[in-house]
C-alpha cells in the first residue's frame, strides 16, 4: 500500500470512529451536566489516567484552569498525575494502584467529580482511585475504549469510545474532553 492510500484509510477509520462515537451522544451530555452542577455548586475536578492518559487530563485540566475558547474566570480542576512527589512516595509507601486513590482521598471532597481516563477502562490505579471517590461520596466519570472494561461499573457515567486501539481511543477521549470544556464553559459564562 503507497503510504498516500495508507494515510487516506488511516483518516478514513478516524472518521468511521467518530460517526459511531454519536451514539454515545446522551452519556457526554450527561457528564457535561454533572461538571456544569458540581462547578456551579463551587466542587473541583480531578483527572487521572496513565502513560497517554494522564497527558490527557493534564490536557483537560489545563483547559479548564486555565481557558478553553474564551477569557473567563479560572475554574478549579486539576490532574493527579503532575505531582511527581505524591507519585512517587505513595508509589513507593503504598504501591503504585494506590497513587491516585491517596490523592483522591486527602483532596476530594463530597460534591467534586473524578473523570478517570483509561484506554482499557481495567487500570488497576484509576479503579482504585473511582472506588475512594465513590466512598466519599465523589461523582465519577470514566473515558474508555469500547467495552469500557471495569470502568463501567466503578464509575456513575462511562463514556466508552468506540475503538479498541489505544491511539483511536485516545484521539476521541481528547475529543469528547474538549466538547465537555466547551459545554462547560457555554453553561458557566
Do not use: W
Not at 466503578?154 to 459545554?183: F, W, Y
Request: proline residues 2%; glycine residues 12%.
Amino acid at each position: 500500500m503507497s503510504d498516500a492510500r495508507r494515510i487516506a484509510a488511516a483518516f478514513q477509520e478516524a472518521a468511521d470512529n467518530f460517526v459511531k462515537l454519536q451514539e454515545q451522544a446522551p452519556v457526554v451530555a450527561e457528564a457535561a451536566a454533572m461538571l456544569i452542577e458540581n462547578l456551579k455548586a463551587g466542587g473541583k475536578v480531578m483527572f487521572c489516567g496513565n502513560g497517554g492518559s494522564a497527558a490527557d487530563s493534564q490536557h483537560l485540566s489545563a483547559e479548564l484552569m486555565g481557558r478553553y475558547m474564551r477569557d473567563r474566570p479560572a475554574l478549579p480542576a486539576l490532574a493527579l498525575s503532575v505531582d511527581t512527589s505524591a507519585l512517587t512516595a505513595i508509589g513507593n509507601d503504598y504501591g503504585y494502584e494506590h497513587v491516585f486513590a491517596r490523592q483522591v482521598e486527602g483532596i476530594g471532597r463530597t460534591g467534586d467529580v473524578l473523570v478517570g481516563l483509561s484506554t482499557s477502562g481495567n487500570s488497576a490505579n484509576v479503579l482504585a482511585a473511582l472506588e475512594v471517590a465513590r466512598g466519599k461520596g465523589i461523582r465519577t466519570i470514566g473515558l474508555t475504549g469500547a467495552g469500557g472494561g471495569r470502568m463501567v461499573e466503578a464509575c456513575d457515567l462511562c463514556i466508552k469510545v468506540p475503538a479498541t486501539r489505544t491511539n483511536s481511543i485516545q484521539e476521541m477521549h481528547i475529543a469528547v474532553g474538549h466538547l465537555l470544556c466547551a459545554m462547560v464553559e457555554d453553561a458557566l459564562f
